[in-house]
């Protein structure tokens, strides 16, 4: 499918885990309203062009110091967020210096002179709802956090001594390049960063792409004469000035306020006048195009990527010249590529995008390969010039970008608010690069078809500037990639296989999209019906609910319908959740090329597996929702199981659970993990297993099983009338019901933290680092024991990240935090580290717990009922979009929070906590339950006398399942 990442929109996301880890560390337009503002922070061209559908109101100013600010008042915000991007990334590493921009990155986060307290920072977002990040890319280092509305003002003073006094304490300096050298170490088996590496090892080595970006301790070592805090300093001192930056701040507040705060507290930042301009160096040599590079990958995949290095595309945003050949060449309907290649058996997926730094862009056609592309991967290739060759045609590229331009005109019209630090951090970047005017709006706009620009990047996209790449085990390779130990070679593609990719044969199946039949056109707002504040049951038959809820509050034409059938086959048995998933795949597949145009315009769908069923569902313009219904549920009761697609699909989830060993270590453990608690849940290796002797004839018998006793529900919330939901009630009940229904809905939860000891499995992972995860599950599911839990795990989160990887500098992955098994609350902690072993970890954690009771002891009032609050503010937020408000609704459903309330409910029981009641809480955790711990130990850590005592230990779980003497104790 192709991929949307042809603007240079990014969007850094929060840490995975649920801590402010530093990671990264890699369209009618309307004229917006604006309060009144002073003469000098706005001109008339920098008003910002904004959807009809956004109610927010957005200042451009620059201050005095030439920074650049965008301001975004929105006046129902309950999150707030700031963002500063500056122009610098790893491109600016001195060349003996490599990851110090990613390490002073690290540095910033660690104490200011107004701030010094190390973790100050965190800990205060934390105690008001909040988190931040930031992430360090080729030439930019965007920071940003999220925060409770009204606690903005001192978030932002705390963040702004960022770029105004950081510390740049050495002693933090010493230790914290030590978590930069854990990320690389985390990192050192991962394929995609091995592949990155090696595409970085044959580029122009004075092109400073080419250079090792992450940083370890060998590249960030003192030297005689060469001070690491001296460097960094200096990175510093050049680099982060205001002419290189670029602010954005989204509250609650006014315009006027905003903007008063973003002087006060960000003026001080100094300016020394430097720019960032574009290297103009070539990023390859000429014996590094037209050229195949092989790769060894650790896993069992086969990929194919052909990249082209272009002309820099930014400047054409209204002609989108790269956005229209993207498209066209990630089509997946009939007559695309990817269809023939599939249909050739040839290829698993593809995917299209073009980005690059400042001086180039990358075009790249990436594809994954089935064994016989692999063995074919030359005659894919010339496929793949056959259809280049297609996309010249002027008449129908004009009528293809009118299409485009009407899909995005929909799109920017009826644009739904995303969270606060999304949009802060992709103003920031997109203030970098475009006049304030059209930061919004500039991914959305196509106002000049330009036939001599697509016609330009086309004659670049010829097999002599080509970059072949070619990833597969047991490939011929003779280098081997240094930091990542990655085998590869690079030799010049034949003069034979040139001339056959620039004569390809016409392949007659190729043919251009056909209109999109799926573009809305009926976008009216039907008339609001009732104000009913939840959802309601308005069709109810045996064994079938259908939930309505017609919108009132996003006003948008759409609309999303999920649909959950439940079945007693879907996972009573590894045998049976194995085909599930291949079931669930197979029927995608039979949707790929009758779908792709509706999601092309805006109308999407998904289907999923669960151990308890399936699901599929919709969502987007409600107008041709109903075509795309009605043809995904005729194919979920009578699918025509094709055998190339079976064989396909097979080899790729068999291939895709045997890889699992590959994943990191800390994934591996909460797979495990996940495998201990609940049933119906089977590991990687016994689903690979399963699966491995199924017949087409086995499934289709599966499939017919699975339909014979099942339970449905459904949702339907949007821009939908009452009429309308009973009447897709009464069709999918048709299609869908027997007489009989299923007996059980869901997975269960195994209890295990009652037990009178600690209960360890531990696993053997192939990796230089250790990890353990552990797991406090409370048996009490009550709205006062989860107000318990959140509060506590929202105290502990950031002090657990201070001390186990800021000041012990255990590991880059840390986290603390608050858990729930179905609706049983509880606390996790995991850590993966390259210096300790498990049984270290363990004694690491529970001296934290031991010091974190003294510390919760002696918290102030005034900290207590910070916390209190933040968490309270947390849990009240609003919504921001439909999609959001669906996803609500849908989790109560499914818990059977038919009242539409637990939030609230969690609240009430909030309000009442006092500072005893989470003294006694916690000392009853740590002193009461027995946690579950899963644990690897690293090859590092083989050699330690923990080690030798755990293969001792015959009360550790070794092989699966574990604890199988407690699988009867189990809830739900």
């Known amino acids: 499918m192709r991929k949307n990442n042809v603007t240079l929109i990014a969007t850094l996301v929060a840490a995975a885990l649920g801590v402010s880890t530093l990671s990264g560390c890699n369209t009618t337009e309307s004229t917006a309203n604006t309060q009144s503002v002073s003469a000098n922070s706005l001109l008339a061209n920098q008003t910002v062009v904004k959807s009809q559908n956004d109610q927010r109101l957005y200042r451009y100013v620059e201050l005095d110091n030439g920074l650049k600010v965008i301001l975004v008042s929105d006046s129902s915000a309950d999150k707030s967020a700031a963002s500063m991007d500056v122009h610098i990334g790893h491109m600016a590493d001195p060349e003996d210096r490599e990851g110090l921009a990613h390490f002073l990155e690290h540095m910033l986060f660690l104490g200011t002179d107004k701030y010094p307290k190390v973790g100050e920072y965190n800990e205060y977002l934390k105690a008001n709802g909040g988190w931040s990040n930031a992430g360090t890319g080729q030439e930019h280092t965007n920071y940003f956090f999220q925060v409770n509305q009204d606690s903005l003002k001192e978030a932002t003073d705390r963040f702004a001594q960022f770029f105004i006094s950081p510390s740049l304490d050495k002693q933090y300096v010493d230790r914290e390049k030590n978590a930069v050298h854990s990320e690389y170490s985390m990192k050192i088996k991962d394929d995609a960063r091995r592949i990155r590496e090696v595409l970085k090892d044959t580029r122009n080595p004075a092109h400073p792409s080419s250079q090792f970006s992450v940083g370890n301790l060998d590249t960030l070592a003192d030297r005689e004469n060469d001070l690491l805090i001296d460097d960094l300093k200096a990175l510093y001192k050049e680099n982060y000035t205001a002419s290189r930056m670029s602010l954005s701040l989204v509250g609650r507040e006014d315009l006027d306020t905003l903007e008063k705060w973003a002087r006060e507290m960000f003026s001080a930042i100094p300016n020394n006048g430097s720019k960032s301009t574009p290297v103009t160096m070539k990023p390859y040599l000429p014996e590094q195009l037209g050229v195949q590079i092989n790769i060894e990958p650790m896993k069992d995949i086969r990929k194919l990527t052909l990249a082209f290095p272009v002309t820099k595309s930014t400047q054409y945003f209204e002609e989108k010249p790269l956005s229209l050949i993207s498209s066209l060449l990630g089509q997946e309907g009939k007559g695309s590529l990817y269809s023939y290649l599939k249909n050739q058996g040839s290829i698993e997926s593809l995917g299209t995008g073009a980005y690059g730094p400042d001086d180039f862009d990358r075009v790249s056609i990436s594809i994954t390969l089935t064994p016989k592309g692999l063995a074919d991967y030359k005659q894919v290739t010339e496929a793949v010039f056959s259809y280049l060759a297609l996309l010249s045609n002027e008449k129908y590229n004009q009528e293809y970008f009118k299409e485009q331009a009407a899909i995005s005109k929909n799109s920017f019209d009826f644009l739904e608010k995303q969270g606060a630090a999304d949009t802060a951090s992709n103003l920031s970047r997109q203030l970098q690069y475009f006049s304030p005017k059209n930061i919004l709006n500039e991914g959305y706009l196509y106002n000049d078809y330009s036939h001599l620009l697509v016609t330009e990047y086309l004659a670049q996209l010829t097999p002599e500037n080509m970059r072949l790449v070619l990833v597969a085990k047991g490939l011929t390779t003779d280098k081997v990639q240094p930091e990542y130990n990655t085998p590869y070679s690079m030799t010049k593609i034949s003069a034979q296989d040139i001339s056959r990719y620039q004569s390809p044969k016409t392949i007659a199946a190729f043919s251009l999209p056909a209109p999109n039949p799926f573009i809305a056109t009926n976008l009216t707002m039907k008339k609001i019906e009732s104000d009913v504040n939840k959802p309601v049951v308005v069709f109810e038959k045996s064994g079938f609910t259908l939930w309505h809820k017609q919108d009132t509050e996003f006003r948008v034409p759409k609309a999303s319908v999920n649909v959950q059938i439940y079945s007693d086959q879907a996972g009573k048995d590894v045998l049976s959740r194995a085909q599930n998933y291949l079931y669930s795949a197979l029927l995608t597949d039979s949707l790929n090329e009758f779908g792709y145009p509706a999601k092309e315009a805006g109308l999407y769908y998904n289907v999923w597996s669960t151990s308890a069923g399936m699901g599929f569902g919709v969502n987007g313009y409600d107008e041709k929702q109903a075509m795309l219904l009605s043809t995904i549920n005729k194919r979920v009761r009578h699918l025509a199981i094709d055998d190339a697609a079976f064989n396909l699909h097979k080899a790729r989830l068999v291939r895709q659970w045997n890889n699992a060993k590959f994943d990191r270590p800390y994934s591996q453990a909460r797979s495990a993990l996940r495998q201990i608690q609940h049933t119906k849940t089977y590991s990687a290796t ?136 179905q609706n049983l609350p509880g606390l996790s902690f995991l850590v993966q580290s390259p210096k300790a072993g498990p049984v270290e970890l363990k004694r690491r954690i529970d001296q934290f717990m031991t010091d974190f009771k003294g510390s919760l002891s002696e ?86 006398e923990d080690y030798q005592q755990a293969l001792k230990d015959k009360s550790i779980c070794r092989t699966e399942p574990c604890f199988t003497n407690e699988l009867n104790k189990v809830v739900r």
């Open 686 to 821: 016994a689903l690979a297993s399963a699966l491995a002797t199924v017949t087409p004839k086995q499934l289709a018998q599966y499939i017919n099983d699975f339909h014979k006793a099942i339970e449905v529900e459904v949702l339907v919330h949007g821009n939908m009338l009452k009429a309308e939901s009973v009447q897709l009630g009464k069709t999918l009940y048709a299609l869908n019901m027997t007489n009989s229904t299923a007996k059980e809905r869901a997975n269960k939860v195994v209890k295990l933290n009652n037990t009178s000891h600690e209960l360890i499995q531990e696993l053997i992972v192939d990796h230089n680092d250790s990890t353990i995860v552990e797991s406090y599950i409370s048996n009490d599911d009550s709205f006062e024991n989860r107000a318990k839990y959140g509060l506590i795990g929202s105290m502990i989160s950031a002090p657990f990240f201070k001390s186990l990887r800021t000041d012990q500098q255990l590991g880059y992955i840390v986290s603390g935090r608050n858990t729930k098994l």
């Open 859 to 944: 918290m102030t009032a005034e900290k207590f009922d910070e916390y209190k609050q933040g968490l309270i503010k947390d849990l009240q937020a609003k919504d921001k979009n439909l999609n959001e408000r669906t996803r609500h609704y849908w989790s109560e459903i499914n818990d059977k929070m038919f009242d539409f309330n637990s939030k609230e409910k969690i609240v009430a029981e909030v309000e009442k906590l006092t500072h005893s009641d989470m003294e006694e809480f916690f000392s009853s955790v740590i002193e009461k339950i027995q946690p579950i711990i899963v644990r690897s130990f690293g090859t590092a850590h083989q050699d330690d």
